[in-house]
């Protein structure tokens, strides 16, 4: 959009990846004189909001720099030898598929430490909180730029550390076991990730992503492909999650402070389909065509699991918690993502990386609305909210009433919100599956996911009708409505969810040259 | 232990000569032109210096008076640097000395490139266990000064020569050399009962692998008639029919000897007890320096001596490796944190978890070329210098909390956050988890060399135990930034009541040598972690030539 000179972008992509991790180090270092705030935990907290918010903009400005006429090209890209012994590189760069994924980053953060600002979720002291967010943030925005196998499994692993003691110290009840088994899950998927990085660079002689994408696995035999695929799909499908591996996610949720929900479902999720993308889809297609029907079936049991999860859920007197609801949900959604995924048609991925981002906004939405109210009741539990007809919150803070069931409907995937694109072309995807794909096969798993769909609608609109409706009980406590601060840290998500919704070109302009790029192999 | 001390100083001292003569003598059927050999000075000169550091703190310590026996301490620090320094010339060119007179490419002593940065590794290790050691000197009114220091630099000379070594002679008796002190410091504490049983067990087990692995080097040597590894390497593959059998119990025996000075798997059981018992200086010691003789003495006898074997060692050390990071971490997951002596126990069982990852590459080397043991060279360099930081806070926190408990790390960042900061990141190295990069990248240079290899179940085993040991291992980092415990002022008047006064904020100030070792180690680790080639440019390319 804006003509920006190519040294400025690699400097800005640099700074966004590196400039959290000093901000991190400078957050645990005592406030220089003059900006001292009204205490030290004030000024730490503001420390957070001005590094987020400084990255968000470099970000944004990066965003304006890039080329939107040539999409598939890496652009921003630096490419810096680092360990020549075993070949890794510090080669950076972002293309249409990264930089949504880059921007839907430094705005959660952000909102994050704008909400933590004000909320400071009940643990100890900030300084800690502030310098983990911030260490949080370079793992998740190096995953998406980074073009080496190597650093890629680096930045994957570098959110673990920040998101187990987020959830271990700020965490509610359950947190240390729920942190546990986040840590513990991810860890062993991602060491069986590695192995397979290994396998694709050793075999290849490099592990640089761009080279290897532009082979299109040519260099790799068939077997080294197959078994590279089931190495690194299991390390992804943990952290996406896909169903049966997803059972940490609901308590790692249920669990975790509100910014530490928004960002797990909101960021740290999609780290999991990007590498499908980025890395299984061109790196080794004969590995990933042998094992997507399996990835679609498993995506479809997701999408049917995870919805009939909600629904039980959502029942009266099941004692369901909202967070553990939207968890659920999660892996519903994602389910969606990988059978775009899996089709492994530029239709089907380019709805996945939609599904992303549009799950991404919104139930980063949902998680900041049901904290919110969670911090306003004392609970998440179902039951308790509604008690008798419902917790009639249309009557009592109509704002976050209203909020809420915005959020819900654009999860459930209305026409007009970002919900429903990615949902329509992941199915599109399955209905016309790539050459050599049974479809059959994809036809049934696209009849199952419309089925997902219906479920979808149903548990939110219930969840809708016991929160929001009911009869207000006079002799209740008056509660808040929505706070100054919290318009400010929701409307972005909501503006973009519509934005998304009605134009969806905006981001579709972008993803589609790069996947088309990168499903036919560099060639295009 | 006055036996051992002599045995030790006469050993220091005749090491390199004798033996070389010795081996010559077998072969010097050439014409004796000139017996008298010339010796590379420069090329010795760290073992030498280390040896005559240790020889003059012996006779310095008759002469200085009770007051001013730090000062030994210092001449020690001072001796390990020195040897350290000699290291610098022998950069580049391949020096390599005590060749037979026939052949001069068969040599008993080669400063190659893995000599030199096992030679740092260990010289590394050896100053910062005396830089620890300074501290305890001056709490531990006990210990006895000067034989503690004679003894350290006695057994780091042994230990500095070992990896030159290249006859089976010279590396037995340097072996030696670096294990004979070292069962004196483990129990040299006077009159504490744990100490001396550390190192009876300690002697007795070691001395069972050294009888063992004399057995199989005199075998090797009956059936091929040389003791130079890599005339030996050439003899094996054509070594007579009704030999055959002698060279490989030989090659198989001398190889369960060094699996015992390594510590892995079925051998391991002497390392807890030992490291509790011993003082905690010597038990870094051991974890590191002790750790690197032993790898190097197995790489040396494997990939350079016996390479026609590798079809038998090769699987054999790859189950071992599998053992070993199991048995490990496996007993690290199951340590009580309430218990006393929890965290060197901890740190000990993890050490064995290591040698099993250690061992993987020279696992590979068997199916691929030697160019895999650069992996184990850079692992053990990592290793090194995160461990011997990991024993360094363990050392701060034991003045304060002499129990050694896991449970006294908990709230250590409130109390010193540096200390608990450095020891979280050494932690996380040894995990292998980010902010740890140079752990990381370690990690993954040891995976590639297995899956380059084709030992793809290893690696598998390998996944999953680097599982197990980060949840030990994270386990005991969180710890360290929980808040400190609550009702600690409540139980002080308590126990103040009973017969040992509760430690009132003991010493506050953090000793410079102390504080001295933890610096340097986490600077080593967090430039390491910046720039991993410093460490990783020996994974490519032979370290032997």
């Keep these: 959009m804006i003509d920006i000179s190519e040294s400025v972008m690699q400097f800005l992509l640099a700074l966004i990846v590196v400039g959290p991790l000093i901000g991190a180090v400078a957050a645990l270092l005592p406030a220089p004189p003059g900006l001292k705030g009204k205490s030290p935990d004030q000024a730490v907290l503001r420390h957070g909001v001005v590094v987020t918010g400084a990255v968000l903009i470099a970000a944004i400005v990066l965003g304006l720099g890039f080329d939107r006429d040539h999409p598939a090209k890496m652009q921003a890209s630096t490419d810096i030898s680092w360990i020549q012994a075993l070949d890794v590189r510090i080669h950076l760069g972002i293309d249409g598929i990264s930089l949504p994924l880059l921007l839907l980053t430094a705005l959660l953060t952000f909102l994050c430490a704008l909400y933590s600002y004000f909320k400071m979720p009940k643990g100890p002291s900030p300084k800690a909180f502030v310098a983990l967010l911030l260490v949080l943030e370079t793992g998740t925005l190096a995953t998406f730029v980074v073009l080496d196998l190597i650093l890629f499994f680096l930045a994957f692993e570098m959110v673990l550390i920040p998101m187990y003691f987020l959830i271990a110290r700020w965490g509610g009840a359950q947190r240390t076991q729920a942190a546990w088994k986040f840590i513990l899950y991810t860890l062993l998927g991602s060491v069986v990730m590695l192995l397979g990085l290994l396998l694709i660079g050793l075999k290849s002689g490099t592990f640089d992503m761009v080279a290897l994408a532009t082979d299109n696995g040519r260099g790799l035999t068939t077997s080294v492909q197959v078994t590279a695929v089931l190495a690194i799909a299991v390390g992804l499908a943990v952290k996406t999650p896909m169903w049966p591996l997803h059972s940490w996610l609901p308590d790692a949720h249920t669990a975790a402070p509100t910014v530490g929900s928004v960002l797990l479902a909101g960021v740290l999720l999609k780290m999991g389909t990007y590498g499908f993308v980025r890395i299984a889809l061109p790196i080794a297609p004969e590995g990933m065509h042998t094992f997507a029907p399996y990835l679609a079936a498993l995506a479809v049991v997701g999408i049917l699991y995870g919805s009939l999860a909600c629904l039980s859920l959502a029942r009266k007197g099941n004692k369901g918690d909202l967070k553990r609801l939207i968890a659920y949900s999660s892996v519903g959604h994602m389910g969606f993502v990988l059978l775009g995924i899996a089709s492994m048609t530029p239709t089907g991925v380019n709805g996945a990386l939609f599904a992303n981002i549009a799950h991404g906004l919104i139930t980063g939405l949902l998680f900041f609305l049901v904290g919110a109210l969670k911090d306003r009741y004392g609970t998440a539990d179902l039951d308790t909210l509604a008690q008798g007809t419902g917790a009639a919150l249309y009557g009592r803070a109509p704002r976050l009433g209203a909020l809420l069931a915005f959020g819900a409907v654009a999860s459930l995937g209305l026409p007009g919100l970002a919900g429903f694109w990615g949902e329509m072309l992941t199915m599109f995807g399955a209905f016309d599956p790539a050459e050599g794909l049974s479809r059959p096969a994809f036809l049934t798993f696209m009849a199952l996911a419309g089925l997902g769909t219906l479920l979808t609608a149903a548990y939110l609109l219930i969840v809708v009708r016991r929160v929001c409706m009911g009869e207000r009980r006079e002799e209740t406590r008056a509660i808040a409505d929505v706070q100054g601060y919290e318009y400010a840290s929701w409307t972005p998500l909501v503006a973009l969810t519509v934005l998304a919704g009605l134009w969806p070109a905006v981001l579709l302009g972008l993803t589609d040259p790069a996947v088309q790029k990168l499903l036919a192999g560099g060639k295009s | ?545």
């Excluded at chain 2, 002469?63 to 001072?78: D, I, M, Y």
């Excluded at chain 2, 090659?251 to 002497?270: C, E, M, N, Y």
């Excluded at chain 2, 016996?306 to 790859?318: E, I, K, Q, R, T």
């Excluded at chain 2, 002499?402 to 050494?426: C, H, N, V």
């Design chain 2, 1 to 545: 232990m006055t036996v051992a001390t002599e045995a030790v100083t006469l050993a220091a001292q005749a090491t390199p000569t004798q033996t070389a003569q010795a081996t010559d003598l077998v072969h010097a059927a050439a014409p004796a032109a000139s017996l008298v050999q010339s010796v590379d000075w420069l090329a010795i000169a760290p073992p030498v210096v280390a040896a005559v550091a240790a020889l003059l703190i012996l006779v310095a310590d008759l002469f200085v008076r009770e007051g001013r026996k730090h000062l030994l301490g210092l001449g020690a620090v001072l001796g390990l640097v020195v040897a350290l320094a000699a290291l610098l010339p022998l950069r580049g060119a391949g020096h390599r000395t005590f060749c037979l007179v026939g052949d001069t490419t068969v040599c008993s002593y080669t400063a190659d490139q893995f000599a030199l940065v096992i030679q740092a590794l260990v010289l590394v290790g050896a100053l910062v266990t005396a830089l620890l050691s300074l501290t305890l000197a001056k709490d531990d009114k006990n210990l006895p000064a000067g034989e503690y220091w004679f003894l350290l630099l006695s057994s780091a000379a042994g230990a500095t020569l070992l990896p030159a070594a290249r006859d089976l002679a010279t590396l037995v008796v340097a072996l030696e050399v670096a294990s004979l002190p070292a069962f004196a410091l483990v129990g040299l504490r006077r009159g504490d009962k744990r100490s001396s049983e550390a190192a009876l067990k300690f002697f007795l087990s070691s001395v069972t692998a050294t009888a063992v692995m004399l057995l199989g080097v005199s075998f090797v040597y009956a059936a091929t008639g040389s003791l130079h590894l890599t005339e030996i390497a050439t003899r094996l593959d054509n070594v007579p029919a009704q030999l055959d059998t002698l060279a490989q119990a030989g090659v198989a025996l001398t190889l369960v000897g060094f699996a015992f000075k390594t510590a892995a798997a079925p051998f391991h059981f002497w390392v807890p007890d030992t490291y509790v018992g011993a003082p905690l200086p010597v038990a870094a010691y051991l974890s590191v320096t002790g750790k690197a003789v032993g790898f190097s003495g197995l790489i040396l006898v494997t990939v350079v001596a016996f390479p026609s074997y590798a079809d038998v060692w090769g699987p054999a050390l790859a189950v071992l490796a599998a053992l070993t990071m199991t048995v490990g971490n496996v007993a690290a997951l199951r340590q009580n944190a309430t218990r006393a002596h929890s965290a060197v126990r901890l740190l000990a069982w993890s050490s064995v978890g290591q040698a099993g990852y250690l061992l993987v590459p020279i696992a590979a080397a068997a199916y691929t070329s030697d160019a895999q043991i650069g992996s184990t060279v850079a692992y053990a360099l990592m290793y090194a210098v995160v461990n011997l930081g990991a024993f360094a806070v363990a050392a701060l926190v034991s003045r304060t909390n002499p129990g050694g408990r896991l449970t006294d790390y908990r709230g250590l960042y409130a109390r010193s956050p540096l200390a608990a900061l450095a020891l979280g990141f050494f932690l996380l190295c040894l995990a292998g988890l980010p902010p740890g990069i140079i752990g990381l990248v370690a990690k993954v240079t040891v995976f590639s060399s297995a899956v380059d290899a084709g030992l793809a179940w290893l690696a598998v085993v390998m996944a999953v135990n680097v599982v197990i040991a980060l949840y030990y291992y994270l386990r005991w980092t969180a710890l360290l930034f929980r808040p400190a415990p609550q009702e600690a002022p409540e139980q002080a008047p308590a126990t103040a009541t009973g017969e040992t006064p509760h430690p009132v904020r003991a010493p506050r100030r953090l000793p410079a040598p102390l504080g001295t070792a933890i610096v340097l180690t986490l600077v080593a680790a967090v430039a390491l972690s910046g720039y991993p080639q410093l460490i990783l440019r020996f994974v490519t390319g032979s370290l032997f030539q």
